[in-house]
């Protein structure tokens, strides 16, 4: 069962950033597009973002665009997601997962535990 690994959430001021961070012990994301996801208590979850397999195009939801901006690394194995601008209404708990083709049809990956992003004063 393939499984990705977030990092990088914590609690963080209104406007402040995170670097989140998302990566595979025991196999390789080159080759497939990742999506991040996130579900905050209560509400439905949510596609935030995706990058290609060959991080040549990325696209995200609107809430989150021009503050949000996803990148990979393939040499590290590593795939990020820079979240500048927080609002309180991001907080959530943030997921990666693997895709075939643009994080559409059912993902490669199982859900992990995800990171948890919290914008609070």
């Known amino acids: 069962q393939l499984q990705l690994v977030e990092s990088g959430g914590g609690l963080v001021q209104p406007g402040g950033s995170l670097r989140l961070s998302c990566t595979a012990s025991r196999f390789t994301l080159n080759g497939y597009a990742i999506g991040w996801f996130r579900q905050a208590p209560g509400k439905e979850r949510e596609r935030v973002s995706c990058i290609s397999s060959n991080g040549g195009i990325t696209n995200y939801v609107d809430s989150v665009k021009s503050r949000f901006t996803m990148s990979r690394d393939n040499a590290r194995n590593t795939v990020y997601l820079q979240m500048n601008s927080l609002k309180p209404e991001d907080t959530a708990v943030y997921h990666c997962?693997?895709?075939?083709?643009?994080?559409?049809?059912?993902?490669?990956?199982?859900w992990g535990q995800g990171t948890q992003v919290t914008v609070s004063s």
């Open positions: 997962l693997l895709f075939r083709g643009l994080c559409s049809g059912v993902p490669l990956s199982s």
